[in-house]
């Protein structure tokens, strides 16, 4: 049955082929331009399908939670919601760091503990 519709397919593409129909596309002659070149030629494929269905690699969905937690600590007011929020923040970056073999220090650093110790400073000092 596959090997039909196979036959039928592909007899249905010589015919429009000799009539024309795919004489006018972008990019004719060309090579099919990728999304990424720096993936293993083997794995392009499904990556190109997880990309389609609207999934993204753990890396990515990572800096995007860090992304979404910074933009809320930015609007909070509350001390102990900056606080539990810097918290939260400074556990993702740890692991990101941690799971993706950089150092703290690098790509992505832990800008608010600095403001988390003059918090914790200044309840010391009262």
């Given at each position: ?16 082929q000799k ?17 990424n070149?720096?993936?293993?030629h ?18 990515i ?66």
């Amino acid at each position: 049955m596959i090997k039909a519709f196979q036959i039928i397919a592909e007899q249905r593409i010589l015919e429009a082929q000799k009539k024309g129909f795919f004489d006018n596309f972008k990019g004719k002659g060309k090579p099919l331009e990728t999304d990424n070149q720096n993936i293993a030629h083997e794995l392009r494929m499904a990556y190109k399908i997880l990309k389609n269905s609207g999934c993204l690699p753990p890396e990515i969905e990572l800096k995007q939670e860090i992304n979404k937690t910074e933009q809320l600590l930015k609007g909070l007011k509350q001390e102990s919601e900056i606080i539990k929020t810097q918290d939260k923040l400074n556990f993702l970056i740890k692991k990101y760091n941690i799971n993706y073999g950089f150092s703290v220090l690098n790509e992505i650093n832990e800008k608010y503990f600095p403001k988390l110790s003059k918090l914790t400073n200044k309840k010391a000092d009262n």
